[in-house]
């Protein structure tokens, strides 16, 4: 089953519209990635490992017999590789947590932009160490093999740093893009969070009930009830919500007529909600009668 983007919930294939959060799931199927632009932002990101495997192979070709390219081709390649699948693997979750720094205090902080900036000042100190250690180190009467060793680390890291602040770059206007034309995080809203919430927690209890007005008492119906909320308070520390409900909830005892005056229970809940609206838990805290 697919799972919608905007609050985790499933929904089946032919559904255009989340049934737990009611958000739009067909607009994620055209703003995701196109393959053109994924191989597009795959070779930017991959870039300087591409041209330095092309780089090592001539080297390696030239001296057959030497560990040390095998090692180097390993690091230069892999590393920045794997930087690139890691980040971008996670592209979903730096959004999340992009627009969590916005709405609360995640303990966990992140700012792509400034990590990929940091990224490449790094790129640009590393390369310029592995010039420096190259003039020192480049005579091949004076180089030792573990010389080469250092070397190759030094230059794999500024790729490494490089890919990574490449892929930060690119990643942070194809959120900002993805953000025009999809619905934000459910977190983001707390008037909907409630909703959903509320939803959910009355669906643990059994109870199919409307949120809004009072249903009319008919007098072939035995329960009516009517939902309110009374107070909500997000938690600063993980986005989540607390919610006071007041169910009011009109029973009628067998054999009462229409006119018959039904008793009325009033119900509050407190209902506690992770950030994307599941259930922590559900406690009634107070339950009045009246006539
Ligand atoms: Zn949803």
New binding site residues.
């Given amino acids: 089953m697919p799972t ?6 499933e ?1 089946q294939k032919k559904q255009s519209s ?6 739009d ?1 067909d607009v994620w199927k055209t703003a995701e990635l196109s393959l053109p632009e994924y191989i597009l932002y795959t070779i930017i990101g991959l870039g300087p490992s591409l041209v330095m495997a092309l780089i090592i192979w001539r080297a390696a070709s030239l001296q057959p017999n030497s560990l040390h390219h095998f090692i180097a081709g390993l690091l230069a390649v892999g590393l920045p590789i794997l930087a690139f699948f890691s980040i971008f693997g996670q592209r979903h979750k730096i959004r999340e947590l992009t627009w969590a720094q916005q709405v609360y205090k995640p303990r966990f902080r992140l700012h792509p932009a400034l990590i990929g900036i940091l990224a490449l000042l790094a790129t640009i100190v590393l390369w310029l160490v592995s010039y420096v250690l190259f003039k020192v180190w480049g005579d091949p009467k004076v180089i030792k093999y573990y010389h080469k060793l250092i070397f190759a680390l030094v230059y794999s890291l500024g790729h490494l740093c490089f890919t990574a602040s490449a892929t930060l770059l690119v990643l942070q206007r194809y959120l900002k893009t993805l953000d025009e034309s999809v619905p934000p995080p ?1 977190f983001v809203n707390t008037d909907r969070m409630v909703q ?1 919430a509320v939803k959910t927690a009355f669906k643990i209890l059994g109870t199919n009930v409307k949120s809004e007005g009072l249903q009319d008492l008919r007098a072939d119906q035995k329960v009516t009830r009517r939902l309110e909320v009374m107070q909500t308070s997000r938690r600063d520390d993980d986005g989540g919500v607390r919610i006071s409900v007041r169910e009011y909830r009109g029973t009628r005892l067998e054999g009462d007529d229409f006119f018959g005056h039904p008793q009325w229970i009033e119900n509050t809940w407190i209902i506690e909600a992770d950030r994307w609206a599941r259930i922590q838990s559900l406690k009634p805290s107070e339950v009045k009668y009246s006539q």
Wanted: proline share 6%; net charge positive; with cysteine.
């Fill in positions: 919608c983007r905007t609050c985790y919930g929904y989340c049934p737990r959060c009611e958000s799931v459910l959903v």
